[in-house]
């Protein structure tokens, strides 16, 4: 059965019910790697003050990750960036620019 799916599933959940509307970002490039990535939600700050307003979020299910697709996105993006967040099954840190939040803080976004 896959973990991260249901996660995926869960997370959905919290940020609707959280106020959020969903959004993800696909870019499945086959010409370009440094253009294929994908983020699993993108959600808005809810009061628009600058520039930087949208936070990626990566939903990982298991110990062992890469973070390939959202540092593409940042790099890419950074402009328009507010915070970058892991949802994951670990405790919260932040490192690198990026928050790692345990599942059960997502509704706290």
Do not use: C, W
């Amino acid at each position: 059965f896959n973990e991260g799916m249901i996660m995926e599933n869960v997370v959905a959940q919290m940020l609707v019910a959280s106020g959020h509307k969903l959004y993800f970002y696909s870019n499945p490039s086959r010409e370009d790697s440094a253009s294929r990535m994908e983020i699993d939600f993108l959600i808005a700050k809810s009061k628009i003050s600058s520039r930087h307003n949208i936070s990626p979020i990566e939903v990982k299910s298991g110990k062992n990750y890469t973070l390939s697709s959202l540092k593409k996105f940042m790099n890419k993006y950074k402009e328009q960036l507010y915070i970058p967040y892991i949802i994951h099954t670990g405790d919260f840190k932040e490192e690198n620019r990026v928050v790692y939040l345990p599942i059960y803080m997502t509704a706290l976004l």
